[in-house]
C-alpha cells in the first residue's frame, strides 16, 4: 500500500510538471508570435503616420486619397494631445481618452482583431510599465508638449490607433490553445500508461514472489510429510501399547503425546491442503446453511452463536473449502484473546456480492505486521504456524472472491469476505 502511494505521488509530480514546462513552452510561442504580429502593426502604424505627415490621408468625407487601405485593416483613427479626432477610417473610435502611460495591445477574440492605440508621448509602451526610467523621460516628453501653444495642441498628432484583423494569427493561437489541452491530455496519458506498468510489474513481481514461496513451501510439504509419516505411526503404535500395559499410571503424559501427534498430523494436512488445486471442487452452493453448519461446531466454545440470523445467500464455491476458510477465521479469533461472548460472525447482502464478516475484540494485530498477513510461515502466535490464512487467501481468490482485515493493536480485528453471488442469489 505504501509503494502505491509512493508511486501515485511521484506520477502526480511527473504530470505536473510536465504540463506545467508544455503549457508554459507553448505559452511562449503563443507570445512569441503576437510579439512579431505586433512589430508588423507597429511598422504598418508608422508607415501610415508618415502617409499622414505627406498628405495622403485627408478627412474630407473620411476618404484616403492615395493610399490603398489593405482589406484586414479595419479601423484608423490619429487624435490630437488632448484625444479628439484628426483622421478617421473605419471601425476607429471617435475620441480617444487622455493617458499619459500609454495603452497595452488588445486581442479582441470574437472580432478576430487586433486594436493598438499608440501614445506618441510614451513611445516605449508596452515596455514603458513600472519603470522609473522611462517614467522620467515621459514626463519631460508631456511637459514640453504641455508648453506648446494651443493650436500646436489642437492639431499634433498624439495618438494613433490602429484596428487589424488577423484570421492567421487568431487561428495560429486558437491551435497552440488545442495543442496546450492536447499535450495535457497526452501526458495524462503517458503517465497513467507509466503506472499502469509499474503497477502490473508489482503484480507480476509479487506473483513470482508467491510462486517462489509454493515451490519453497511444496518441497517442506514433501519433506515434512516424507520425514514424520513413519516417526507419528512408530509413536501412536507405542502409545498404544504403553496406555493398555501402563494401568493408567502415564495416562496425562500419554494423552500429552497423542495430543502433539495429532498436530503435527493436523499441520501436515493443513499444509498439503494449501498446495492443492485452491478452486477444488465447486458448486452452487446456500452460503447461510454452510456457516450455519460450521457455527453448531463452535456452539460449545462460543455460546449461542448458532443462533445468529443469516440471510439465504448463494454462490459458487467448494464447501470443503469453504469450511476451512470458516473454521480458521473462527478459531483465530478464539485465539486472539477476545472473550468468546464477543465474537461476531455476520452474513449480508451488498449489491451483487455476499459479506462475510468475522469479528472478535482480541489483541488486535500491529500495523506494521499486517502487511504479511497471507505469506506462508508468518504468524503472531507463539505457537502458530502462519499457514491458516495463507490457505484462507488461496481459497477465497479462487472462489472470485476478495478478503480483507481491518485491525487495530489492542482493540480486535475484523475479517470480510466479499463473494460474487450466483445466478439464484443475485
Known amino acids: 500500500m505504501k ?62 486619397d492615395d493610399v490603398t487601405m489593405p482589406e484586414d485593416v479595419t479601423g484608423v483613427g490619429l487624435y490630437n494631445f488632448y484625444g479628439r479626432e484628426l483622421f478617421h477610417y473605419g471601425e476607429a473610435v471617435d475620441n480617444v481618452e487622455e493617458d499619459s502611460y500609454g495603452f497595452m495591445p488588445v486581442f479582441d477574440k470574437q472580432r478576430r482583431s487586433v486594436i493598438i492605440i499608440r501614445d506618441f508621448l510614451n513611445p516605449f509602451v508596452p515596455n514603458s510599465k513600472d519603470n522609473p526610467l522611462f517614467d522620467n523621460i515621459i514626463s519631460r516628453s508631456y511637459t514640453k508638449a504641455m508648453n506648446e501653444s494651443e493650436e500646436t495642441k489642437q492639431t499634433m498628432v498624439r495618438y494613433f490607433y490602429l484596428s487589424v484583423k488577423d484570421d492567421y494569427m487568431f487561428s495560429l493561437l486558437l491551435l497552440f490553445r488545442g495543442m496546450q489541452v492536447v499535450f495535457t491530455l497526452l501526458i495524462l ?59 493408567g499410571l502415564h495416562e496425562e503424559a500419554l494423552n500429552v503425546i497423542n495430543e502433539e501427534v495429532e498436530r503435527l498430523s493436523h499441520l501436515s494436512g493443513r499444509i498439503s491442503d494449501y498446495l492443492r488445486q485452491p478452486e477444488g471442487n465447486p458448486e452452487s452452493c446456500e452460503l447461510s446453511a454452510l456457516v450455519r453448519r460450521c457455527l453448531i461446531r463452535f456452539s460449545e466454545r462460543i455460546p449461542g452463536i448458532e ?120
Open 3 to 64: 509503494e502505491k502511494h509512493f508511486l501515485f505521488m511521484i506520477l502526480f509530480i511527473m504530470f505536473l510538471l510536465l504540463s506545467v514546462m508544455t503549457i508554459l513552452i507553448l505559452e511562449g510561442q503563443v507570445r512569441a508570435r503576437q510579439r512579431f504580429s505586433l512589430m508588423e502593426y507597429e511598422k504598418l502604424m508608422y508607415s501610415y503616420y508618415q502617409n499622414y505627415l505627406d498628405g495622403s490621408f485627408t478627412n474630407d468625407e473620411l476618404a484616403i
Open 189 to 247: 496519458f503517458i503517465v497513467l500508461l507509466i503506472g499502469r506498468l509499474f503497477l502490473w510489474n508489482m503484480k507480476y513481481r509479487k506473483q513470482i514472489e508467491e510462486q517462489e514461496r509454493l515451490v519453497l513451501l511444496g518441497a517442506a510439504s514433501r519433506t515434512l510429510t516424507h520425514e514424520i509419516k513413519n516417526p507419528l505411526s512408530s509413536i501412536r503404535l507405542q502409545s498404544t501399547i504403553i496406555k493398555r500395559s501402563g494401568c
Open 307 to 426: 443462533k445468529t440470523p443469516l440471510p439465504e445467500l448463494t454462490i459458487r464455491i467448494d464447501p470443503d473449502r469453504f469450511r476451512s476458510v470458516l473454521d480458521n477465521l473462527i478459531n483465530n479469533a478464539l485465539e486472539s484473546g477476545s472473550d468468546p461472548s464477543d465474537i461476531r460472525v455476520c452474513l449480508e447482502q451488498k449489491g451483487h456480492d455476499a459479506l462475510l464478516t468475522v469479528a472478535d475484540r482480541g489483541n488486535g494485530i500491529k500495523e506494521d505486521q499486517q502487511d504479511q498477513l497471507f505469506n506462508p510461515y508468518f504468524t503472531t502466535k507463539s505457537r502458530g504456524t502462519g499457514i491458516g490464512l495463507s490457505i484462507v487467501h488461496s481459497f477465497v481468490k479462487a472462489a472470485g472472491g476478495q478478503i480483507q482485515i481491518n485491525s487495530k493493536s489492542g482493540e480486535g480485528t475484523e475479517v470480510l469476505l466479499r463473494f460474487p453471488l450466483g445466478r439464484s442469489g443475485a
